[in-house]
């Protein structure tokens, strides 16, 4: 075979695995929402292709061209160093497992020539339609189940109860949905939107019943966070604050209806008054004690670390210290991944999360990315009364959009 048609040959296995690791970052991007077991096949596709399309490509222009998506990479460097000093080894290496697409998939990514606008645009919409679906499908389930349970099949984890993601998880996805929706719906009249605007704000509406369903507290006040930045937007674009402050008060008038007369919705907002009741209902003050478990060991732990093998083993102890039977019976994690990585790493490791964290942000606002900016603000918040990245969903959603948002930077030439 000549040269020109060997390279004629490797140009259309190119072409082709191209394709295919597009697709399957798709069909990951689909199985987000329904499962954290489901994504991982479609992945494992993603990976072998964006690796084999790199390869047959121009992967050291890719390089260049993606450097900024490495950047991901320093939330791997304190895993390691928390697997690194863990006494015990193979209980550590449980946590390099589950991080481990945080520094694959941006090297296996950043191999293969960036995506464009409309490639990206088409990536985002699937993850905003298979949100939408499993909404919609929890619903249907829940209306099935409320012939049996009553109002009951509506609330919390019996929403969601045919998956096995937590529902501050599905929070954070429906709350990302809604960044992304309001971001199409108020940009400029001439680009061409994923929707009309009504049914747009139909969906949003529709959205905001579910987390109220679910009480996802963090992620309900996350998506009000968002209402307010874009109504704000749309006030400071178009000088229309009346049609806004109207709009607002339809919204909280609906919202304020719907919670007063769903008695499961306000059973679980009674809880909260609750102090001295420390169950799995009442999030807030089981959070709250899992806290002051947290607050007494970092004076100890803080500056070097205690390991990702250890950690769960000193909260335990000073959970049975405390009196809080259920953060022992259910081994509670830290419920914020700040503390988690300050226990686990110690300072130095904390410090490469907020490198990273306030590098995408700089770059953000230098380029007025506001997907990326959205994503951040999503993934922050949600992180400040999760652990995210201690399992295989949180990784997946940080690790998935990081790379595709950085990936639409400019190119920064040397």
Same mark, same amino acid.
């Given at each position: 075979m000549s040269v020109s048609g060997w390279r004629q040959l490797v140009g259309i296995f190119h072409q082709y695995t191209r394709l295919a690791w597009i697709s399957f970052l798709g069909a990951t991007l689909l199985c987000l929402p329904f499962h954290k077991i489901f994504p991982v096949f479609p992945l494992l596709l993603t990976g072998l292709f964006a690796l084999l399309s790199g390869l047959s490509g121009p992967c050291i222009r890719s390089f260049q061209e993606n450097k900024r998506m490495l950047l991901g990479l320093l939330l791997y460097i304190p895993a390691l160093y928390a697997w690194y000093i863990s006494p015990d080894k193979n209980l550590a290496k449980t946590d390099l497992q589950v991080k481990f697409s945080l520094w694959i998939f941006p090297v296996l990514l950043a191999m293969n020539p960036r995506l464009s606008a409309k490639q990206i645009n088409r990536l985002l919409q699937a993850f905003a339609a298979a949100t939408v679906l499993f909404v919609l499908t929890s619903l249907v389930y829940a209306t099935w189940q409320y012939l049996h349970q009553g109002y009951d099949a509506f609330s919390y984890k019996k929403l969601v109860a045919f998956t096995i993601i937590h529902p501050s998880y599905i929070g954070m996805f429906i709350d990302m949905t809604i960044a992304l929706l309001l971001l199409d719906m108020f940009q400029p009249i001439h680009d061409r939107r994923w929707?009309?605007?009504?049914?747009?704000?139909?969906?949003?509406? !529709? !959205?905001?019943?579910?987390?109220? !369903?679910?009480?996802?507290?963090?992620?309900?006040?996350?998506?009000?966070?968002?209402?307010? &930045?874009?109504?704000?937007?749309?006030?400071?674009?178009?000088?229309?604050?009346?049609?806004?402050?109207?709009?607002?008060?339809?919204?909280?008038?609906? !919202?304020? $209806?719907?919670?007063?007369?769903?008695?499961?919705?306000?059973?679980?907002?009674? &809880?909260?008054?609750?102090?001295?009741?420390?169950?799995?209902?009442?999030?807030?003050?089981?959070?709250?004690?899992?806290?002051?478990?947290?607050?007494? +060991?970092?004076?100890?732990?803080?500056?070097?670390?205690? /390991?990702? /093998?250890?950690?769960? *083993?000193?909260?335990?102890?000073?959970?049975?210290?405390?009196?809080?039977?259920?953060?022992?019976?259910?081994?509670?994690?830290?419920?914020?991944?700040?503390?988690?990585?300050?226990?686990?790493? *110690? &300072?130095?490791?904390?410090?490469?999360?907020?490198?990273?964290?306030?590098?995408? &942000?700089?770059?953000?606002?230098?380029?007025?990315?506001?997907?990326? *900016?959205?994503?951040?603000?999503?993934?922050?918040?949600?992180?400040?009364?999760?652990?995210? $990245?201690?399992?295989?969903?949180?990784?997946?959603?940080?690790? +998935?959009?990081?790379?595709?948002?950085?990936?639409? $930077?400019?190119?920064?030439?040397?």
């Open positions: 929707l009309p605007r009504k049914w747009t704000l139909v969906i949003v509406l !529709l !959205l905001f019943v579910f987390l109220i !369903l679910l009480t996802a507290k963090n992620a309900m006040l996350l998506g009000m966070l968002l209402l307010v &930045i874009a109504l704000f937007n749309y006030v400071r674009t178009t000088g229309k604050w009346k049609q806004a402050a109207l709009a607002s008060l339809i919204l909280c008038s609906l !919202l304020s $209806l719907f919670i007063a007369f769903n008695p499961t919705a306000r059973e679980r907002f009674t &809880i909260l008054l609750r102090y001295n009741d420390v169950s799995y209902e009442n999030s807030v003050n089981s959070r709250a004690e899992t806290w002051k478990a947290v607050s007494q +060991l970092i004076p100890q732990y803080g500056w070097k670390g205690a /390991g990702s /093998g250890e950690l769960q *083993g000193l909260l335990d102890r000073q959970y049975e210290q405390n009196g809080f039977d259920l953060g022992v019976k259910e081994h509670h994690n830290a419920h914020n991944q700040y503390f988690q990585t300050l226990l686990e790493s *110690g &300072i130095g490791g904390l410090l490469l999360y907020l490198l990273c964290f306030g590098t995408g &942000i700089w770059w953000a606002v230098k380029y007025r990315d506001r997907m990326l *900016g959205a994503f951040l603000l999503v993934f922050l918040f949600s992180i400040l009364t999760e652990s995210m $990245l201690k399992t295989q969903s949180g990784v997946l959603f940080f690790t +998935l959009f990081h790379a595709i948002f950085l990936m639409q $930077l400019p190119v920064k030439r040397d």
